[in-house]
Structure formats: structure tokens, C-alpha cells
């Protein structure tokens, strides 16, 4: 799951091809000690268990790719993957958007991108691999994006985080695929990976994945009210489905499309709060506020006062 937290500083194709088909490769024939152990303990330090770690996820032919991938999107902001990846308390991906601006030329904005990795130190070696692979695809494949965009929309987030490039979908895919890689593959065929896989084929389906992390069962109604409240209908989610929910979010405990729009109004709250502290300092510095501003403002923050109670004169 990708945690979002928003900042505001002043300041003057993988999945093309054969990726999803996996040759079946054994890493652990047996439970060994070191694979029943919690991850975080096997080596004497925090480097040498994040090392063990990636070393392992390493010995996967996906893992192996994605690792590649990350490793280089670390490179582009001066970091190594030892950088990025931390020991938890839960395994999720944090995203930090930072922005930077002029007061005196509102129009001049920079959004910057930081994202860490954080894996559940109370995991073993397998599942510890296990979600590395996923949180790792979230790192490296998902598209940045703008929520200070006035085109910043519910359904665009939901959809971009379910089902879009390196969102939950596809991280649950490249999981599977590193365990089906990796260990026994009757383990494979009771995990919930088997949901998504298509024996007849032997490949594992995103069209599959969609439909399971779309199921949001006794949850429908309240939110098919959330998405009234946003101007959203059933059309806008084809997918949803009133069945038994399989998947949740470890950071809500909610189906994720739920989970999602959750995340959404959180981003956009904080986002109008950023916008209305940008606006009163502008203001208290007497500088002008553009016709841009004050119309982003509000349309983007009409739903959520008390911060758009402000004066933009």
C-alpha cells in the first residue's frame, strides 16, 4: 500500500512480453531456520538484514528486475536502494510530495517526488521477500502525480491506485510471480496468488486481479455513498463488485478502491490546508494573488472547509 503525506516548503514498459511468465525455481526445499525467523533478526545489523533481504528477493528472475528498477530510480536522486529501504512497523511505501513556490510569483511552482520502503520487521524471510517485491513495484512503476492539479480527480486517483501502472494490482502481481519463482509451488496454489492465476495458461492475469481487488462486499453501500459524494456513479468503477472481500488495505483495514478514496480526501485536505497557508502568506507579504490561484482554490477545495472559508480578495 502507498502512503502519501504532502509538504509545502517556501522557497524564492515492464509489464510488456513474458515478465508474468515465470519459470518455476525453488529457493527454500525445506523450512530452514532462517526462513521460519523474522527477517529482521538474522544478520547483526540493519544493513546486513536489508541486505540479506534484498539478496534473497535477488535470487528471483522478476526480483530481480524490479530490483534493477528501483536501483535506478534511487540513482536519480542520489540514493542507493539502501537508501529507500527501512525497517517497519507495517510494509508500506511512503510517498512525500514536496512544493516549492515564490511568494512573489505564485505561478512558479515545483512538486518533488520522495518515496521510502518500510517492511513489517515482525515478518519471516519469505513474506518479508514477498512484500519487498510488491512495495518495490510500487516504488519503481508508479507514475507520479499532481493532487495541486485542479485535474486531480477521485476517480483518477482510485483508478491509478488499484488497477494502474505499479499500483496494487500489478505490485500483487509481481508478488505472485517472485513466489511462484522463488518457493514450492503447492505453497503457490493456496495462496491467494492462485486467484489471479490461470492454470490452463500457466500465466498470471491482470484482468483477474482487477475484478479481485475491486470486490468490496458488506462495504458497498457506504461506498457507493462516499462516491456520490465526490460526483462518482457505479459506471465510473466497472469492476466494483458486491462480493466477499478478499484483499484490504494494511494501512486502513478497507477494500482498497475504499482505502483509496479515503486516501484521496487525505491528500486533498492537506492539500487545500497547504493552498490556504500559501494564500495568507502571499497576502500578509502584499503580493498579488493570480486569477489562477484563487480560481484552482476554489474548485479544488469547495468541498472541504473550513478551508475554504478565506478571504481571496
Known amino acids: 500500500m502507498v502512503r502519501i503525506i504532502i509538504l509545502l516548503i517556501w522557497s524564492g514498459n515492464l509489464f510488456a512480453g513474458k515478465f508474468f511468465e515465470a519459470k518455476e525455481r525453488v529457493l527454500f526445499d525445506d523450512f ?12 547483526k545489523s540493519k544493513d546486513e538484514n536489508i541486505k540479506i533481504l534484498v539478496e534473497s528477493l535477488s535470487k528471483s528472475e522478476t526480483g530481480k528486475k524490479i530490483l534493477v528498477l528501483s536501483e535506478k530510480k534511487a540513482k536519480e536522486f542520489g540514493q ?34 520522495r518515496s521510502k520502503i518500510y517492511i513489517d520487521k515482525n515478518l519471516g524471510l519469505k513474506e518479508a521477500i514477498l512484500d519487498l ?23 483518477e486517483f482510485v483508478v491509478s491506485t488499484v488497477e494502474g501502472k505499479g499500483g496494487e494490482v500489478e505490485a500483487f502481481m509481481v508478488e505472485c510471480t517472485v513466489f511462484r519463482e522463488l518457493f514450492p509451488k503447492n505453497e503457490f ?18 484482468k483477474k486481479g482487477v475484478q479481485e481487488f475491486y470486490r468490496v462486499g458488506e462495504f458497498f453501500p457506504d461506498f457507493k455513498k462516499e462516491m456520490e ?3 462518482l456513479t457505479l459506471d465510473d468503477f466497472p469492476s466494483l463488485s458486491k462480493e466477499k472481500v478478499i484483499f484490504y488495505s494494511s494501512t486502513y483495514g478497507l477494500p482498497y478502491p475504499i482505502a483509496a478514496l479515503r486516501e484521496f480526501e487525505s491528500v486533498q485536505r492537506k492539500v487545500c490546508q497547504n493552498n490556504k497557508n500559501r494564500i495568507d502568506l502571499i497576502k500578509g507579504n502584499n503580493f498579488k494573488l493570480s486569477a ?20 481571496l480578495n
Open 229 to 231: 459524494n465526490h460526483g
Open 292 to 311: 489562477n490561484l484563487k480560481r484552482d482554490f476554489e474548485s479544488q477545495c469547495q468541498k472541504f472547509s473550513p478551508t475554504t472559508f478565506v478571504d
Open 80 to 113: 542507493t536502494l539502501f537508501d529507500i529501504i527501512e525497517i517497519g512497523d507495517k510494509s508500506l511505501t511512503d510517498t512525500t510530495l514536496i512544493r516549492k513556490f515564490s511568494e512573489s510569483e505564485d505561478h512558479l511552482v515545483v512538486i518533488e517526488s
Open 189 to 206: 496454489l493456496r495462496s491467494n496468488c492462485f486467484r489471479i492465476f490461470e492454470p490452463d495458461t500457466g500465466k498470471i492475469l491482470k
Open 32 to 43: 530452514m531456520p532462517s526462513y521460519q525467523e523474522k527477517w529482521a533478526n538474522l544478520g
Open 133 to 155: 517485491a510488491h512495495e518495490l513495484t510500487h516504488y519503481s512503476l508508479r507514475a507520479p502525480f499532481n493532487p495541486y492539479s485542479p485535474d486531480f480527480s477521485a476517480r
